[in-house]
């Protein structure tokens, strides 16, 4: 593999890890203004610009090869295990919000951070798990059907 391969593969593999670095941020007890900055860097212009310059690096057949690895198909076990996975995260936080709400649960700041911080996470690493079925399957959500369906309620 030469340099110019190399490099390419390590832009790509930053721009997915760069995001994870966010959940540090208002840990370091920087003012609000560098935090919301250094958020913005971490999470929206840094990994755009890390995965454009690691495809112009690697080219066009080492990110096919990348995609088919990570994409590949999920079968029914990894499917729906990622599915629990993920209404479990999306329901334990709805219900921790709630409760914090309504002050069922008193959870200090530092340890709602981190509840939430985990859960986010997990969930859309259980999205990743669910493969390219999950995301067809959203896709065909928002795909018109055209004027064959027709409604049974009159």
Do not use: Q
Not at 13 to 40: K, Q
Not at 121 to 133: D, K, R
């Amino acid at each position: 593999m030469d340099l110019k391969l190399k490099v390419g593969f390590l832009f790509i593999i930053l721009s997915f890890i760069l995001p994870v670095f966010s959940f540090f941020v208002p840990m370091m007890n920087l003012p609000t203004y560098i935090s919301g900055a250094l958020i913005g860097i971490l999470v929206l212009g840094g990994p755009e610009v890390c995965i454009i310059l690691g495809v112009m690096l690697a080219g066009k057949e080492a990110v096919k090869n990348i995609k088919s690895k990570i994409f590949r198909s999920a079968g029914k076990i990894r499917y729906m295990t990622g599915l629990l996975v993920f209404l479990f995260c999306f329901f334990a936080n709805l219900i921790l919000a709630y409760l914090e709400l309504i002050k069922v649960i008193n959870i200090t700041g530092n340890t709602w951070l981190h509840i939430m911080s985990t859960l986010d996470i997990v969930s859309i690493l259980s999205i990743l798990a669910m493969g390219p079925e999950f995301f067809f399957k959203i896709k065909r959500i928002f795909k018109w059907e055209g004027p064959e369906f027709t409604s049974t309620i009159e």
